[in-house]
């Protein structure tokens, strides 16, 4: 039921886990753990994560509705387990999160190759486009005469920083709990899509983003989170590539596309679609708003970087939801192979 999904979920990661094996030996860097010793070692790190997301559903719940009560919560503990945790839900689960970090992992190593790979870079090109459009002026001066540089320079911040955890709780919640398998194997593979896009139009057009190939721009920002880690960044990707001795560590600059930008669309749309609650669907469209604003106020991207993650979104979404069978049908417009199927059957219940 779900073939056409699961392939593209392990064609994503074969192809970006080839593509990150091929890359490594080409820019002369072995491949690396982009997540260090977080959670052990990377054969130990799968096994936690999978027992993770089962347990994130299995242990407080069981906690909760047996009131903490000993002796009821085997029953609920088994009960859960027989009526949610079927063999379809651990597929879900297990090859979604083996997929998602596979590509992940992938795509963080096959970035860290690309100064090494191609010496090229286009801000240049990319600043004039966006000053086009602004009728010569910056988009980030714009932005901070706008907005300033005191309090909206930190909600900035922390709104572009909770990208961070973002991703993997999002995952992790439509693999688990989503009621709809479907929205599972949407969600994971529209993402295993917007990450490999996110890959290509690294190599596509490579830049730095305009806080690093201009900083005079950004010089009057306070010293906000999100300045901070764009200057540990920024100084990662010197030491990796002027040191030797560094050779366990992968470097994270790369302007276009703005997968800031993309991921928090996508995962707005996903939210559009699946959940019901509108004070839900409303935040997730300003959490994406608010993070596009950020990313050209802290300059980690341009205008032209946060077009294209927005189209990465828009094709990662579609095409995911085809392999899973979506049916994108405007709202009051009639999908006649629906209502076909309905008056066949009202028709073989009337001969009967």
Same mark, same amino acid.
């Given at each position: 039921?779900?073939?056409?999904?699961?392939?593209?979920?392990?064609?994503?990661?074969?192809?970006?886990?080839?593509?990150?094996?091929?890359?490594?030996?080409?820019?002369?860097?072995?491949?690396?753990?982009?997540?260090?010793?977080?959670?052990?070692?990377?054969?130990?790190?799968?096994?936690?994560?999978?027992?993770?997301?089962?347990?994130?559903?299995?242990?407080?719940?069981?906690?909760?509705?047996?009131?903490?009560?000993?002796?009821?919560?085997?029953?609920?503990?088994?009960?859960?387990?027989?009526?949610?945790?079927?063999?379809?839900?651990?597929?879900?689960?297990?090859?979604?999160?083996?997929?998602?970090?596979?590509?992940?992992?992938?795509?963080?190593?096959?970035?860290?190759?690309?100064?090494?790979?191609?010496?090229?870079?286009?801000?240049?090109?990319?600043?004039?486009?966006?000053?086009?459009?602004?009728?010569?002026?910056?988009?980030?001066?714009?932005?901070?005469?706008?907005?300033?540089?005191?309090?909206? /320079?930190?909600?900035?911040? *922390?709104?572009?920083?909770?990208? @961070?955890?973002?991703?993997?709780?999002? #995952?992790? !919640?439509? =693999? %688990?709990?989503?009621?709809?398998?479907?929205?599972?194997?949407?969600?994971?593979?529209?993402?295993?899509?917007?990450?490999?896009?996110?890959?290509?139009?690294?190599?596509?057009?490579?830049?730095?983003?305009?806080?690093?190939?201009?900083?005079?721009?950004?010089?009057?920002?306070?010293?906000?989170?999100?300045?901070?880690?764009?200057?540990?960044?920024?100084?990662?990707?010197?030491?990796?590539?002027?040191?030797?001795?560094?050779?366990?560590?992968?470097?994270?600059?790369?302007?276009?596309?703005?997968?800031?930008?993309?991921?928090?669309?996508?995962?707005?749309?996903?939210?559009?679609?699946?959940?019901?609650?509108?004070?839900?669907?409303?935040?997730?469209?300003?959490?994406?708003?608010?993070? /596009?604003?950020?990313?050209? *106020?802290?300059?980690?991207?341009? @205008?032209?970087?946060?077009?294209?993650? #927005?189209? !990465?979104? =828009? %094709?990662?979404?579609?095409?995911?939801?085809?392999?899973?069978?979506?049916?994108?049908?405007?709202?009051?417009?009639?999908?006649?192979?629906?209502?076909?199927?309905?008056?066949?059957?009202?028709?073989?219940?009337?001969?009967?």
């Amino acid at each position: 039921m779900y073939r056409r999904a699961q392939l593209l979920l392990i064609g994503m990661a074969l192809l970006v886990g080839t593509g990150a094996i091929v890359l490594s030996r080409v820019s002369g860097h072995g491949l690396v753990d982009p997540e260090g010793s977080f959670l052990g070692p990377s054969w130990l790190r799968l096994p936690i994560l999978l027992g993770g997301a089962i347990g994130a559903d299995l242990i407080p719940r069981t906690l909760w509705v047996s009131r903490f009560k000993p002796k009821e919560m085997r029953a609920v503990f088994m009960e859960r387990i027989r009526t949610h945790w079927t063999r379809d839900r651990l597929t879900l689960v297990a090859l979604g999160v083996i997929c998602f970090y596979v590509v992940y992992v992938g795509y963080r190593n096959m970035k860290s190759a690309l100064p090494f790979v191609i010496s090229t870079k286009y801000d240049r090109d990319l600043e004039l486009i966006d000053t086009a459009i602004l009728f010569g002026h910056h988009p980030g001066v714009v932005m901070q005469n706008i907005f300033g540089d005191s309090f909206m /320079a930190y909600f900035f911040s *922390y709104v572009y920083l909770w990208f @961070l955890p973002l991703v993997p709780i999002a #995952v992790t !919640i439509w =693999l %688990v709990w989503s009621r709809n398998l479907a929205y599972g194997y949407w969600f994971v593979g529209s993402q295993t899509i917007a990450w490999t896009l996110g890959t290509v139009s690294y190599y596509a057009l490579p830049t730095l983003g305009p806080g690093i190939a201009y900083p005079w721009y950004y010089a009057t920002e306070p010293n906000t989170p999100a300045k901070q880690l764009m200057d540990s960044l920024v100084h990662g990707r010197q030491n990796i590539r002027w040191s030797d001795s560094i050779v366990d560590a992968v470097q994270s600059v790369a302007g276009f596309a703005s997968l800031h930008c993309g991921i928090t669309m996508l995962t707005a749309l996903m939210v559009q679609f699946t959940v019901q609650n509108r004070l839900i669907r409303i935040f997730f469209w300003c959490n994406f708003g608010i993070t /596009a604003l950020a990313t050209l *106020y802290f300059g980690w991207h341009s @205008l032209s970087d946060d077009i294209a993650g #927005v189209m !990465i979104a =828009l %094709v990662s979404f579609y095409v995911a939801g085809l392999a899973t069978g979506q049916k994108f049908v405007r709202k009051g417009e009639r999908d006649l192979e629906v209502e076909g199927a309905q008056i066949e059957a009202q028709e073989i219940a009337a001969r009967t």
